[in-house]
């Protein structure tokens, strides 16, 4: 599965961006997709995860200012991300895999599939 995200880019304090991830069969009700973010010089981190029936995971961190929807007819997986602050510099990652329980969420080594990343830069 090649994973395509796009959509990042620079945005003052308090903006929006909206992130998608696309691929063949992405939104399968067999497939949980979900979204990353690296710092620099910090570990990678959980951001959200959507599976089946767009049952969906948030992490604290964003819960509330970020939201992730999946597209069936267009196989893409949305992170619609609002009220953003410079905290939230980092890339973002999607990531897909067909068999992952939702207590392994956070952890990146559980995930089969990764895409490209895409720079998001929120300016104070």
């Known amino acids: 599965v090649q994973l395509q995200a796009s959509g990042g880019g620079l945005v003052q304090t308090g903006g929006s961006l909206r992130l998608s991830c696309a691929a063949p069969g992405l939104t399968s009700s067999r497939m949980t997709v979900g979204w990353f973010r690296q710092a620099p010089g910090k570990e990678r981190e959980f951001v959200a995860a959507i599976r089946w029936f767009s049952v969906s995971k948030v992490s604290d961190s964003v819960k509330g200012r970020f939201t992730i929807s999946r597209d069936g007819a267009k196989n893409t997986v949305f992170l619609q991300m609002n009220s953003l602050r410079p905290e939230d510099t980092a890339v973002y990652f999607c990531?897909?895999?067909?068999?992952?329980?939702?207590?392994?969420?956070?952890?990146?080594?559980?995930?089969?599939?990764w895409g490209q990343g895409t720079q998001v830069t929120v300016s104070s």
């Open positions: 990531a897909a895999d067909s068999g992952i329980i939702v207590g392994s969420y956070s952890d990146p080594s559980r995930w089969d599939y």
